[in-house]
């Protein structure tokens, strides 16, 4: 089975500083799509980032960027030039591309940006 | 236009109670999904809709949940006899057809049992 491990539960950054988020996973799959979810307070989670595991090519979304490791299964975020609305929760995510749509989250890690 | 919409934001019940969950996908989208998210951990899945029909109800913890989607859009997660356990965030999401498709996500429904 899938599993997505965030091994750190909360962090902090100074506003405009730049923050790397871990995220390890374990698959036996060559074929999957990988994600960084926020979640603000109004609960709803919104889609941060993604990336494809047949792209070597680390996926990049404005200020946010990953450090896709598939040999290692490391899928880390950086978010730079920290800014106030980026206070949430961050959930790492799985997704298998050949089977079962579901996706499969992290614990999570709570982000306080520090004006 | 609109997104993924659920109904009630909050609901409060008594131990032992029958509870509807309502999720409205994104208009057009044939794949929906609902998730539970306790307190402090990541949202897990339930079960999985592709049209009218559950692909994949794996994710269901016991016979008290079932959930429908008769019409192939609205879907309603039923919870029989509610334990304090059951309390959670219950979240909806849909996908224009699945597969490698943008889960998009609903704002959620805060369940307590007392």
């Known amino acids: 089975a899938q599993t997505v491990t965030q091994s750190q539960p909360e962090m902090s950054v100074q506003e405009a500083e730049t923050v790397t988020l871990s995220c390890t996973y374990d698959?036996?799959?060559?074929?999957?799509?990988l994600f960084w979810y926020k979640q603000p307070p109004s609960r709803q989670m919104i889609l941060v980032i993604r990336?494809?595991?047949?792209?070597?090519q680390n996926a990049t979304e404005n200020r946010f960027s990953v450090n896709f490791q598939k040999a290692a299964k490391s899928f880390s975020l950086k978010i730079s030039d920290s800014q106030l609305g980026d206070a949430a929760m961050y959930f790492c995510?799985?997704?298998?591309?050949?089977?079962?749509?579901?996706?499969?989250f992290g614990k999570g890690t709570r982000l306080h940006i520090l004006p | 236009g609109a997104g993924v919409s659920q109904t009630p934001s909050n609901k409060v019940t008594e131990k032992g109670k029958y509870v509807e969950l309502r999720c409205d996908p994104i208009?057009?989208?044939?794949?929906l999904y609902w998730y539970r998210q306790s307190l402090g951990q990541g949202p897990e899945f339930l079960i999985y809709?592709?049209?009218?029909?559950?692909?994949?109800d794996s994710g269901l913890p016991n016979d008290r949940f079932f959930a429908v989607r008769p019409e192939g859009s609205v879907s309603t997660l039923k919870i029989q006899r509610t334990e304090r356990g059951d309390s959670a965030v219950y979240l909806c999401?849909?996908?224009?057809?699945?597969?490698?498709?943008?889960?998009?996500f609903g704002p959620g429904t805060r369940l307590l049992v007392l």
């Open positions: 999401a849909s996908s224009y057809t699945g597969s490698w498709e943008t889960q998009y």
């Open positions: 698959t036996s799959e060559s074929d999957y799509y």
């Open positions: 990336q494809e595991a047949y792209k070597q």
């Open positions: 995510a799985y997704r298998s591309a050949s089977r079962d749509d579901k996706i499969i």
């Open positions: 208009s057009g989208h044939t794949a």
């Open positions: 809709f592709q049209g009218t029909g559950a692909a994949d």
